[in-house]
């Protein structure tokens, strides 16, 4: 059975750090990807970042370029997600998701991914 757990969401001020992270199992994790998505109140859930675990190659959107990394620890079959100099409008659930590879025009498409973890909280306050 596939599972993917996120943990590490909170609170923090703007201009704060976070690294959330993604626990998998029940797949090969080191031959598939894991994408990061977000949803605000209101919002549609839009790709935030994705690595193919098959490859190391990384995908980014605009808004987040130069402030948050994705890495993949494959002897833990972990993917994290550090997040630095937060904005409130960072603020949503964020979800990471698997699927077999992503391109550069895949990456971000939610009807990409198979699977899904149930959400880590982040809230970034003013």
């Known amino acids: 059975e596939v599972q993917l757990v996120e943990s590490g969401g909170g609170l923090v001020q703007a201009g704060g750090s976070l690294r959330l992270s993604c626990a998998a199992s029940?797949?090969?994790?080191?031959?598939?990807?894991i994408g990061w998505f977000r949803q605000a109140p209101g919002k549609e859930r839009e790709g935030v970042s994705c690595?193919?675990?098959?490859?190391?190659?990384?995908f980014y959107a605009d808004s987040v370029k130069g402030r948050f990394t994705i890495s993949s620890d494959n002897a833990r079959n972990t993917v994290y997600l550090q997040m630095t100099s937060l904005k409130p409008e960072d603020t949503a659930v964020y979800f990471c998701?698997?699927?077999?590879?992503?391109?550069?025009?895949?990456?971000?498409?939610?009807?990409?991914?198979?699977?899904w973890g149930q959400g880590a909280q982040v809230t970034v306050s003013v």
């Open positions: 029940g797949f090969t994790f080191a031959d598939y990807a």
């Open positions: 998701a698997t699927t077999w590879y992503v391109s550069e025009s895949s990456w971000s498409l939610r009807s990409e991914f198979d699977f």
């Open positions: 690595i193919n675990n098959s490859d190391g190659t990384t």
